[in-house]
């Protein structure tokens, strides 16, 4: 065979399989979507247009333009985040995986929390690494007991995501001061993937980051969600300058350069404040929660734009099957788990649509809820 042994043990993606089904279909409900319902503000457009226009088009720095980076190293810095350095990079799935090629060697571990975004396992397995999850189950929170029984001598990097991709769950200060203080004890390396941080619709207990805690920690995030920028493949990683400025070498050899105009626009898009656009989620958040919780078993999500029910009779797969049938679009809890009890609904959609597959799923719960 001409294939690597590498890419033999990758599975296509779940999520994309959905994608491209719900695409196919007139008129599906389709409440899978990763990405905003919103467009990028018309005003973010201008700004690369213009640079289009003005010839800025060429190959940039490997590591982002640099007027990008020190406005970006200002405003973590703003938010309190611990960051020597800061590296522009195609995406957080970009950035992730540089981090992941200067710090991982084969054989180490990555311990990350369960449920947990699909990329995080395939990307450490393609280099050789293992991902080692711990459990968060019922009620998505991370327990010290459960964090230091996955943690060995192998260990390399704890991983938190929060506001969380599946469950919308947003961990508290006093978890990641906890997932700090542990880190710190072993020496062991913290990712923090905070992508949905805009998304959160609780107090300060729930407004923490994990790179305010830590001076060894990656902080990794993005211009997709805040801005709906997500097909211009715009991200940035800050932390210890020893590891970006490894990264910048990486990336000369991984994607050479970012996108020289999206780069231009987000400078913009730094000062534009989408929180009225964001506000919008926490509405239609209460809306399905509201719509689901008597008929299913579902912790409310505190963030992000997704809500993780535990689906009637446990199998999440064979429950996402029949919402097909119904033209209902979501994900199956298997690809975010070791579990399949549960399905991801996001609620980036618009309210006439959150409507009708809150009507779906409350008819599908009637014949299938068990005790």
């Not at 001598?153 to 200060?173: A, E, F, M, Q």
């Not at 730094?270 to 919780?293: F, N, P, Q, S």
Request: proline letters at 6%.
């Amino acid at each position: 065979m001409w294939l690597s042994e590498r890419v033999r043990g990758v599975k296509p993606s779940g999520v994309r399989k959905i994608f491209d089904h719900a695409r196919a279909m007139p008129n599906p409900i389709n409440l899978s979507l990763g990405e905003p319902d919103f467009d990028i503000p018309d005003e973010i457009k201008e700004e690369g247009i213009k640079w289009i226009r003005k010839g800025f088009n060429k190959y940039t720095p490997s590591g982002g333009i640099p007027e990008l980076r020190e406005k970006l190293l200002l405003y973590l810095r703003g938010k309190g985040i611990i960051c020597e350095d800061v590296v522009i990079t195609p995406g957080v799935t970009g950035g992730l995986l540089l981090a992941l090629l200067v710090t991982l060697n084969p054989g180490d571990e990555i311990v990350i929390p369960d449920p947990y975004f699909v990329l995080y396992e395939y990307q450490v397995v393609l280099l050789g690494g293992k991902p080692v999850f711990f459990d968060t189950y019922p009620d998505f929170t991370l327990r010290e007991e459960a964090l230091r029984g996955a943690i060995t001598d192998r260990t390399k990097i704890i991983l938190i995501n929060s506001p969380n991709n599946p469950s919308g769950t947003v961990y508290s200060k006093r978890e990641l001061e906890m997932v700090a203080r542990v880190a710190r004890e072993k020496n062991i390396l913290l990712f923090s993937d905070d992508i949905y941080h805009a998304f959160n619709y609780e107090g300060e207990e729930y407004r923490g980051y994990l790179g305010q805690l830590s001076d060894q920690c990656l902080t990794f995030g993005g211009f997709s969600k805040d801005w709906a920028m997500t097909g211009w493949r715009l991200g940035y990683v800050a932390g210890p300058k020893e590891i970006i400025d490894s990264m910048v070498t990486m990336q000369q050899y991984v994607f050479s350069s970012v996108n020289s105009v999206a780069q231009k626009a987000a400078l913009f898009a730094l000062d534009y404040k989408t929180d009225a656009l964001i506000e919008r989620y926490r509405k239609k958040r209460d809306l399905i929660y509201e719509g689901l919780k008597d008929k299913y078993e579902v912790v409310k999500p505190k963030g992000a734009y997704y809500i993780f029910p535990a689906v009637p009779g446990g199998d999440g797969d064979a429950f996402v099957e029949e919402a097909l049938k119904r033209n209902l679009f979501i994900i199956p809890g298997s690809v975010f788990s070791a579990r399949k009890s549960h399905a991801r609904i996001s609620f980036a959609a618009k309210e006439a649509d959150i409507l009708r597959g809150i009507e779906v799923l409350r008819s599908m719960a009637k014949p299938l809820r068990t005790g």
